[in-house]
């Protein structure tokens, strides 16, 4: 999960616009793209600052590396069983609630401007705030780790421009972690090219907009 993301000028009004914008010109949702930041306002701290609380729990050594090194290093050992990952993260992740952003986003969802959200995040949060507008027969959850890459990809082709949630790296509520880049940057190439197109050409401007849906009430600017 990456760092915190500094605040930009880009409302949700701002961003809703450019959707409606753009869907009167394609017929597919826009995909979002969401990191650890999009959830710092829900009260879950950010992968930097998770590590850092890990490692003073456990008296994990990190005077020579990161935190997030020093954590992925003692959860790799052969010593740690791979349990022991979702026994430490759910206490952080936990009992948090989707912010207002969120429902910013689920509302974009709901109205067809976005179909696609791509996250690192474990936590459930995105999931949700859809199930609170979406019906539950019409949203997909799909985990990397609980299914396979080529499966992930197969399926979102198959739902096209149906509202499609995309777990990059585990899910809390399927006790999957993936941790380091030898776990979660080793993707299959059918997922690879996948994720690739669909963020990449003329879709770019989509992952620039990563977190700008996630408002809270007290701004209008990124969290």
């Not at 197109?197 to 969290?223: F, N, P, Q, Y």
């Amino acid at each position: 999960m990456p760092a915190k993301t500094k605040p930009s000028g880009t409302s949700v009004k701002h961003l809703a616009a450019e959707l409606i914008a753009r869907k009167s010109s394609e017929r597919d949702g826009a995909t979002i793209l969401l990191g650890a930041g999009a959830s710092l306002s829900s009260g879950v701290p950010s992968w930097p600052d998770l590590a850092g609380l890990i490692c003073d729990e456990f008296d994990i050594d990190r005077t020579s590396t990161s935190a997030i090194d020093a954590v992925v290093h003692y959860f790799k050992q052969e010593s740690v069983p791979y349990a022991q990952r979702y026994t430490v993260f759910h206490k952080y992740l936990q009992g948090s609630h989707p912010s207002l952003g969120y429902g910013h986003l689920a509302e974009l969802v709901r109205e067809g401007l976005v179909s696609r959200i791509l996250t690192t995040n474990w936590d459930p949060l995105v999931e949700t705030a859809l199930h609170k507008v979406i019906p539950c027969e019409r949203l997909k959850v799909l985990i990397r780790g609980e299914m396979s890459d080529d499966d992930i990809a197969s399926l979102l082709k198959l739902r096209n421009n149906l509202p499609t949630v995309v777990k990059l790296h585990g899910d809390l509520q399927s006790r999957v972690f993936m941790l380091g880049n030898t776990e979660t940057r080793q993707f299959s190439v059918n997922l690879l090219i996948l994720v690739a197109w669909v963020v990449g050409a003329g879709r770019k401007w989509c992952a620039r907009l990563s977190l700008a849906c996630l408002v809270d009430e007290r701004s209008t600017m990124l969290i």
